[in-house]
């Protein structure tokens, strides 16, 4: 008899707000963690920033010539990287486990995650120079890690990858979290982060289709949600049913309640206002 499958919901939880995250919080994510395996992705901006001001300056993010953001990649940031996750994890695995749930952490560079070749050209005092970056995007996963998929349990992902050359390198948190769902089945994505929806001409979004969503983002977003939008339709086209962001309980969002809720469903407008 072949073992049971289980849909995970995959959360990411946003480096910006995780300090924020109250007990009630945690209590929500282990009850839904009881129905369904969890698979966390983690980002790590504000717990960085608190190792060094370097990290919060303009001059350690990088723009490429298409205009893409990425934050300056030396082996000595990896290293900054794996010591503020490794603490960040600790707490977040003593949460579940406070809650009943068992947790487990995971290196995306240890064989989940693979990336591709970086982006060597960068803009450094307005010219272009060629410039060593350990960034790559996202090429593919590989779920074996993730060997204990089931109800009870948590994965928790620190969102490195390995590339062809071996290099250990950074991906983004957002597009890592939609490809480990893609990967994985997962029908939802949960975006956590400071912010209570996508905002368009200053009015909340609670619904949008994703061809919306990827028009907006080419037109008018920017930063962190840019990337946020451009996950959300990387997972949707690799077969995850609906992606939420917001910065409420899980369940709150996965219900509608409240956040910004993107699918392919087609759609002409978008909707505004706070849900109901």
């Not at 009630?24 to 960085?48: M, N, Q």
């Not at 960040?88 to 990336?115: H, K, M, N, P």
Request: charged share 25%; aromatic share 4%; net charge negative.
């Amino acid at each position: 008899m072949s073992a049971p499958h289980f849909v995970p919901t995959v959360v990411k939880l946003g480096g910006s707000c995780l300090d924020d995250l109250d007990g009630s919080w945690w209590d929500d994510l282990a009850r839904h963690g009881r129905s369904r395996p969890l698979i966390l992705v983690h980002g790590w901006s504000k717990p960085l920033r608190r190792v060094s001001a370097r990290y919060g300056e303009p001059s350690a993010i990088l723009r490429d010539r298409y205009g893409n953001q990425s934050r300056w990649t030396t082996p000595e940031v990896i290293d900054d990287i794996k010591a503020v996750s490794t603490e960040l994890a600790a707490d977040v695995l003593a949460q579940l486990e406070d809650r009943g749930i068992t947790a487990e952490r995971l290196l995306g560079s240890d064989g989940l995650v693979r990336a591709g070749e970086g982006e060597r050209w960068w803009w450094r005092e307005k010219r272009l120079v060629e410039l060593e970056n350990l960034v790559g995007p996202i090429t593919g996963v590989d779920t074996a890690p993730l060997k204990d998929l089931r109800p009870g349990h948590a994965h928790l992902v620190t969102p490195l990858a390995r590339n062809a050359a071996g290099q250990e390198v950074n991906t983004d948190a957002d597009r890592a979290a939609a490809a480990i769902a893609g990967a994985t089945g997962a029908t939802d994505l949960v975006l956590v982060t400071d912010v209570g929806h996508l905002l368009i001409d200053g009015e909340p979004v609670c619904r949008i289709s994703s061809r919306d969503a990827a028009a907006f983002r080419d037109r008018g977003a920017k930063g962190g949600m840019r990337k946020k939008l451009r996950a959300a339709g990387e997972a949707l086209d690799h077969g995850v049913e609906r992606v939420v962001i917001g910065g409420a309980a899980v369940t709150e969002l996965l219900d509608g309640r409240t956040g910004t809720v993107i699918t392919d469903a087609p759609a002409t407008t978008h909707t505004s206002g706070a849900s109901a």
